[in-house]
């Protein structure tokens, strides 16, 4: 049988398709920017006659018509394997709720520790002349899904872009049980945030002179990152590499400027290493059909021996606070989880393990509440219910503002003297008498 006349045996209604989802069921809707529109739509119109449907996805671009179905709770449980602000929004509603996972076990887990998911439904680039649908910008975790799923439902969407890889980017439509056509809608975009600020600046410039030529990228999410991926496109760097969880407008910046060529990279040399990508459409443009992009699993880009195998890898990420021992939470505030584990402690570890390799978590010292209080993000301890997730070992180099310190290996005594000299000054005083009744301090320029 030809691949088209199976496409054509299988093509059905978004209607028809999700008439195999019952109640109790467990549904997978892929992962970012493949999460269903005419599926999920179609889904969402059987509310009244469905209960207890669990679904799994993550990172949420925008809101899925199931969470707009009345007293949708009741039908749909969504659990998310990373938190984007949608998501974080509708825990209150219990609607969401987090499952905790280091974002690079996800392949391994659906394999061994899931018990036959019953549908999974996600959109995918159009079939190519192979009969392969391509994953799009989300090879992440999605071939285990695929292996673990009853019934796999795929809604093509012509604006999805192809990305190339290296393994397991793509479904084979033999393997596919349904096909829908979506409509076409356009890709959901994650903007890179407003112009960066004199504190984001600071905190870029100080890291920027870290980095050498021929160094190897990851960059995580946020306005701290995207200053850096800037900064580097105007610098004099030169043959840089890209092997990084999630792909970000700063790398095509980075790339565009002719700063990216990969030349220095002891494995996949040349080829721009992701799992996924989020961001505007100058990126999906740049990621469709680009052969210098490497579209790979999750379990492959944060494999700490991956990291580890490439020389001079600098890993750069965000914390929401961190405290006088050194613990980083970059998951919640208190209790109210912000985003997930995802793959920053695999980067913190691995680029430790680089040849010349360094990691990087940088934050502002402070924030601002809604009512004007100014706050230190550098605290004793964290606040109770905040989630560790870089444990108080595995911190490398603190970056805010007003310094970098390198924190590997300082003592109790000598790490809180290092946090705190990069803290806001309105709050160093008070740090140095909390560090001191927990017998913590101990100043070295008596």
Sequence with gaps: MSFEKEYQEKLTTAEEAVKVVQSGNWVDYGWCTATPYALDKALAARAEELHDVKLRGGILLRVPEIFKAPDAARHFTWNSWHMSGIERKLVKDGLVFYSPIRYSELPRYYRENIVPNDVAMFQVAPMDAHGYFNFGPNASHMAAVCEKSKIIIVEVNNNLPRCLGGMQEGIHISQVDMIVTGGNPPIAEMGAGGAPTEVDQ?????????I?????????????PNTVGSMIA????????????????????????GKINGSQKSIDRFRQTFAFGAGTKKMYDYLNDNPELMSVPVDYTNDVRSIAALDNFISINNAVNLDLFGQVNAESAGTKPISGAGGQLDFVLGAYLSKGGKS?????????TKDGELKSRILPTL????????????????????????????ST?????????VAHPNFREQLIAE?????????SNR
């Excluded at 600071?202 to 870290?210: N, Q, S, T």
């Excluded at 840089?240 to 999630?246: A, D, F, P, Q």
């Excluded at 905040?386 to 290996?409: C, P, Q, W």
């Design 202 to 210: 600071a905190v870029a410039k100080l890291i920027v002179e870290e």
């Design 212 to 224: 050498p030529n021929g160094a190897c990228l990851q960059l995580g999410i946020g306005g701290m």
């Design 234 to 257: 105007d610098s004099d760097l030169k043959n840089l590499g890209v092997h990084t969880e999630m792909y970000v407008d700063a790398f095509v910046d980075i790339a565009l400027a």
């Design 360 to 368: 990087f978590i940088c934050c502002s010292s402070t924030f601002t």
């Design 383 to 410: 606040d109770p219910g905040s989630i560790v997730t870089d444990t108080r070992a595995n911190i490398h180099y603190l970056v805010t503002e007003y310094g970098k310190v390198n924190l590997k290996g300082l």
């Design 413 to 421: 005594w000598e790490k809180a003297e290092a946090i705190i000299s």
């Design 435 to 443: 560090a001191e009744k927990m017998h913590i301090w101990r100043r």
